[in-house]
């Protein structure tokens, strides 16, 4: 987070949006450190599933007086809560949910994206059930042939698709360790920070068709079909 604080605007009201927040420990932690330690005015939005944890997070903001603060139960994918965000952050929002985080984060025209991906399991599913000799050639079979190394490789797909994928949305993308291998094997964080140059999709098109994976975040980002937006 300290890394993006030169993206962020100190002049003004900044929304913060934390898909799938759970417990919240890292939510009441960016609240404490944007507000309380380095003071900017921030409203931080905490989005999950489960009521009684949604319950209990308000709860905690009131008696720590975290005025802006507010937690509220919803799904990522049908959140209109909001017309802009400074900042979308999910943390281990499993497969698919993380593309609808990314999209809804591109379509609030989201200065900073912080998405650590979790479960991946889109891309791999496709793989199990392809016919390899008709997706590629066979090629891939030392990968393909043992379930592990497949999980594994979809993971590596989907999240370089997803990077690439802002970058044509007009974002400066990286893939990066956040934290330890020891505390976690999911500790690949995409960050994205919106600079509006957008780069080429060919490359992706490419990639998609040579694999036959069906993403949906190709979908969410091209809904009316991929080849007319290529370039």
């Not at 999980?151 to 330890?180: H, M, S, W």
Request: charged share 30%; net charge negative.
């Amino acid at each position: 987070v300290e890394d993006i604080l030169p993206q962020l605007d100190k002049d003004r009201e900044l929304t913060l949006l934390d898909f799938g927040c759970g417990k919240s420990y890292l939510t009441f932690a960016m609240y404490y450190y944007l507000h309380e330690l380095k003071g900017y005015d921030i409203r931080i939005i905490g989005l999950d599933l489960k009521t009684d944890v949604i319950l209990h997070c308000n709860e905690l903001a009131k008696k720590y007086g975290y005025e802006k603060l507010t937690f509220l139960v919803g799904d990522i994918a049908d959140y209109e809560g909001v017309n802009e965000v400074d900042v979308v952050v999910t943390l281990h929002a499993c497969d698919t949910a993380t593309d609808y985080a990314l999209a809804k984060a591109i379509g609030w025209n989201a200065k900073v994206i912080l998405s650590v991906p979790c479960c991946q399991h889109e891309v791999n599913g496709q793989f199990a059930k392809a016919d390899k000799t008709q997706c590629y050639d066979g090629c891939l079979d030392p990968i393909m042939d043992y379930g592990l190394l497949r999980e594994r490789f979809a993971a590596l797909v989907t999240d370089g698709l997803r990077a690439k994928y802002l970058e044509a949305a007009g974002y400066d993308t990286q893939v990066l360790e956040f934290i330890d291998m020891e505390h976690t094997p999911k500790n690949l964080m995409i960050r994205a920070v919106k600079t509006g140059k957008k780069k080429s999709a060919d490359e992706l098109s490419r990639m998609t068709e040579a694999l036959h994976a069906d993403l949906t975040l190709e979908k969410l980002f091209y809904p009316q079909g991929f080849e007319r937006e290529k370039g």
